[in-house]
């Protein structure tokens, strides 16, 4: 029913910016929150971000300050700005359409000069 599909993943240099993209379809876009989470290899996969329907948004406290989600309706899709990246920030990363539970596929991001 509903498809989640991250993009913009890719190498990015330490202190670097990086643009993340998820595109929601089946569904109408507007209706419901969405969520970035992130998932380091052997590690958990965990919440960073989210935004509701009228775009009010929060964000883990290990993110706050560097990364912005943000949304854009007409487009159907979800952002994440990711600024002043760190190797630690390297991981897959996931969108989540929260009314349906609907996770995308991940995009990779890697941190590292």
Known sequence: QVQVVESGGGLVQP???LRLSCVVSGITFSE???????????????????????ASTAYADFVKGRFTIS?????NTVYLQMDKVEVEDT?????????????GQGTQVTVSS
């Open 15 to 17: 202190g670097g910016s």
């Open 71 to 75: 949304r854009d309706n007409a487009k």
């Open 32 to 54: 419901g929150g969405m969520a970035w989470y992130r998932q380091a290899p052997a590690g958990q996969r965990k919440w960073l971000a989210g935004i509701s329907r009228r």
């Open 91 to 103: 991981a897959v990363y996931y969108c989540k359409h929260l009314a349906t539970e609907t996770w």
